[in-house]
């Protein structure tokens, strides 16, 4: 089967700026998860969907953080303004239930200047 | 809040020996310990996994062991080699998990 998608896989922008990360579930899995791991430390659980509501957001900075997915499928992550200390990985996880496997995707490295 | 919490951070075995990385956790609620294996530069990939109702599970060189009781699971590798250097995630939860902070494990040939 094909694995979590995720675009882009790599982004370098200024401070302040906007930013937009992509992914693509495995088809069928219900739940959708975005993490966001700093180098040297675990994924940190940002904001978890099952099918196109929210289950979870409580660590998702809501003041610059946003995230949907529509039709319960592909979700967006979007970041405005970033700020220096969002440079991390942004994962993308999918799985069939809530508390399942998680098979994740190859993230996206976001450089903040 | 939950919280995981993993010890060692860096374990340097010689290959062939054990390795032995251990969690515990604060939510009693948790009844889902998964480990994670995370290669340089590579996505998470989930080794083993351990619900709330078991207290060992073993699959070829790997084993998690579960202490409900003291709240904390272990993970253990025997006969390691080289190919299994790469940075151990545990987590626990229940409809969500939190992970822990990481060991890095480096077999040494």
């Known amino acids: 089967e094909a694995g979590v998608a995720q675009s882009p896989r790599y982004k370098i922008i200024e401070k302040r700026q906007s930013v937009a990360f992509w992914c693509n579930p495995i088809s069928g899995h219900a739940t959708l998860y975005w993490y966001q791991q700093i180098l040297g430390q675990g994924p940190k659980l940002l904001i978890q969907?099952?099918?196109?509501?929210?289950?979870?957001d409580s660590q998702l900075p809501k003041d610059r953080f946003s995230a949907e997915r529509l039709k319960g499928v592909d979700s967006t992550l979007k970041i405005q303004p970033a700020k220096l200390e969002d440079s991390a990985v942004y994962l993308c996880a999918s799985s069939l239930e809530q508390i399942n496997e998680q098979f994740f995707g190859p993230g996206t490295r976001l450089t903040v200047l | 809040g939950e919280n995981v919490e993993q010890h060692p951070s860096t374990l340097s075995v010689q290959e062939g020996d054990s390795a032995v990385i251990k969690c515990t956790y604060s939510?009693?609620?948790?009844?889902?310990f998964p480990w994670y294996k995370q290669e340089l530069g590579k996505r998470p990939q989930l080794i083993i996994d351990i619900r709330s109702n078991v207290g060992e599970k073993k699959d070829q060189r790997i084993a998690v062991t579960l202490n409900k009781t003291a709240k904390h699971f272990s993970l253990h590798i025997t006969e390691t080699q080289p190919e299994d250097s790469a940075v151990y995630f545990c987590a626990a939860g229940t409809y969500k998990y939190i992970f822990g902070t990481g060991t890095r494990l480096k077999v040494l040939a």
């Open positions: 939510d009693s609620a948790s009844n889902y």
């Open positions: 969907f099952q099918n196109n509501g929210v289950v979870d």
